[in-house]
Each structure stands twice: as C-alpha cells, then as structure tokens.
C-alpha cells in the first residue's frame, strides 16, 4: 500500500499567517492526489484535485504544490474560517489512502 | 447532487451491517461511488469503490469482511460488512468519486 505521511499532526497559527501542511507519498503517485477540509461534525470538503487544481469555490488563498513525492497545502493568509482538519488522498493505486490528518488552530 | 447514507447505528460483534447510500442529480452509471469511514476523533479510510460500469474495488485491510453493491433503478448503493468489530464504530460517508460527499451515518459496535 502506498503510504501518505502527513505533517504537522496539528498546528496552531494566526489570523494572516502563511500556513503549510505537507504529505509524503511512499511511492510514485503522480499527481493523483486530493486535499480535503474538514469541519467538526461536516463532512470532507475538496480543497484541491490534482494536486495543484483549486476546487470550484475554494479562495484563492489556498493552493496545491508538489515537488517530487512531497505534496503540500498552502494558504497564504489564514482567516478564522480555515480552522479545520486537512487529510491528504491519493487515488492513483488500490488502496486508496489518506494522510493521518492535520488539526489547523488558532494561536 | 445529493447522497444520503442510511442504516442501522448499532451492530453487533461478529453480526453483519449493512449501509444504504441513496443518491439523486446524477446516475449511478455514470460515476463512481465511493465509501469512506471515520473512527471517532481519527482520520479517513478508504473502504471501496463502485465504478460507474458496476465494478468494484475493496480496501484489503477489510480482509474480504466487505462488499458494496447497487440497485441502479434506485439509485442506491449497497456496503456490507460482515463480522463486525467493535473497531467497525465509525463515521460512514459515500462520495461520488471524492467530490460530493453524504452527510455521513454513524455506527456503533458494540455487544
């Protein structure tokens, strides 16, 4: 199974802050990869496809990278309404997989 | 688009449980749906897919315990897991293919 190593487990950051959550992929996965948030008691929410695609709707102050099997979710300027949890998936082989999670606070 | 799981809360170790996502705003022949769990307080795991063509994928961890199956003239799709766990207590969710997401249906296993 491919393995998603996702980092920080949590962090905590300021209103205006540059904020980077990353995930390691244990094998090849191109950019098959989707970044989700996650609100408490909501549902997954797609943030980014493809790796650097914003999803319909989504602020432009996130965005998608990659370089090499890292793959990180950046937001540029934090507001309070980006508090969440971010989980990192790739789709390119069986078992799908997601990242452990990052838990995104306020400081 | 909309989904909706529905089914039981409670399963019993060693019993089987089974979970309906009811689908509307798209066919299911035409995209895939997915089923996603949640433990309590922990993060997503991919169970298994149903391809639009009716094809389906498990998640090995699940050890053959699972099954997903439709009814297209319902539009509905079907999960299945058998000998439950009390490590099964979880936060369900179908998605059409990561993209919408249900509302999420949660089970508890306990005897």
């Known amino acids: 199974d491919i393995q998603m190593t996702q980092s920080p487990s949590s962090m905590s950051a300021s209103l205006g802050d540059r904020v980077t959550i990353l995930c390691q992929a244990s094998q090849d996965i191109g950019k098959n990869l989707i970044w989700f948030q996650q609100k408490p008691g909501k549902s997954p929410r797609p943030m980014i496809y493809f790796a650097t695609n914003l999803a319909n709707g989504v602020p432009s102050r996130f965005s998608g990278s990659r370089s090499g099997s890292d793959y990180s979710l950046t937001i540029s300027s934090l507001e309070s309404e980006d508090m969440a949890d971010y989980h990192c998936l790739q789709y390119k082989q069986y078992p799908y997989t997601f990242g452990a999670g990052t838990k995104l606070e306020l400081k | 688009v909309q989904l909706m799981e529905s089914g039981p809360g409670l399963g019993q170790p060693s019993q089987t449980l089974s979970l309906t996502c009811t689908v509307s705003?798209?066919?299911?022949?035409?995209?895939?749906v997915h089923w996603v769990r949640q433990p309590p307080g922990k993060g997503l795991e991919w169970m298994g897919v149903m391809w639009s063509g009716g094809s389906t994928e498990y998640n090995s961890a699940f050890n053959a315990r699972l099954s997903i199956s439709r009814d297209t003239s319902q539009s509905q799709v079907f999960v299945t897991i058998k000998s439950l766990k009390t490590e099964d207590t979880a936060i369900y969710y179908c998605?059409?293919?990561?993209?919408?997401w249900g509302q999420g249906v949660m089970v508890t296993v306990s005897s």
């Open positions: 705003g798209f066919s299911l022949t035409d995209y895939s």
């Open positions: 998605t059409r293919y990561f993209d919408y």
